[in-house]
């Protein structure tokens, strides 16, 4: 995935050191296999915290319906996955 995904319309009051952030997560976990996703979900929350880098649920819907867009099959079931494990933390 390209990071022409940022700059949608809707993401336009989103903090762009934020998205930024994130663009770096995606290129990091686009190799990973299932059993490594949590693993990896954690450390980034742990870097997130470092940073001091914190999305609203508004900001993560707006992002997550513009990756969608953007997002290969593959893409696609990733996020899906990590939509379903955000989603049963809760």
């Known amino acids: 995935m390209q990071n022409d995904w940022m700059m949608e319309e809707t993401l336009r009051d ?35 915290q470092e940073r001091n880098v914190a999305f609203t649920d508004e900001e993560i819907n707006k992002i997550v319906a513009v990756l969608k867009k953007h997002a290969s099959p593959d893409e696609l079931s990733k996020i899906e996955k990590v939509m379903a494990l955000r989603s049963s933390k809760r």
Not at 28 to 33: G, H, Q
């Open 14 to 48: 989103i903090d762009p050191y934020k998205l930024e952030f994130l663009q770096a997560l995606l290129f990091e976990s686009k190799n990973l296999k299932k059993e490594q996703m949590l693993p990896f979900l954690m450390a980034v929350a742990k870097r997130g």
